[in-house]
């Protein structure tokens, strides 16, 4: 099998933070010290709220406030059904 090129986008590393304020807060820290904002801090599916950078190594960040009890529940039983 070819072995395709290496790429820092291959996957994702994750930031997990406690408030949409530090969200935003960790999101315009890397901004200042020159990551690529990717995907502004916004509101996701089941009450998350998250926001992508690419770091200047071109690294994938995404920061995000963790899912609260009811909102992690009902993504479980969403997989379980599927």
Known sequence: MK???????EFTLGHNVESKEEVDQVIEQARKAGAQ??????DT???????????PDSHLWEVVKRLEAVGL?????IFLKS
């Open 73 to 77: 529940l009902c993504l479980i039983i």
């Open 37 to 42: 904002i990717t995907v502004e801090p916004h």
């Open 45 to 55: 599916f089941l009450g998350g709220y998250s926001g992508y950078f690419q770091d």
């Open 3 to 9: 072995q395709s090129a290496t790429s820092p986008t």
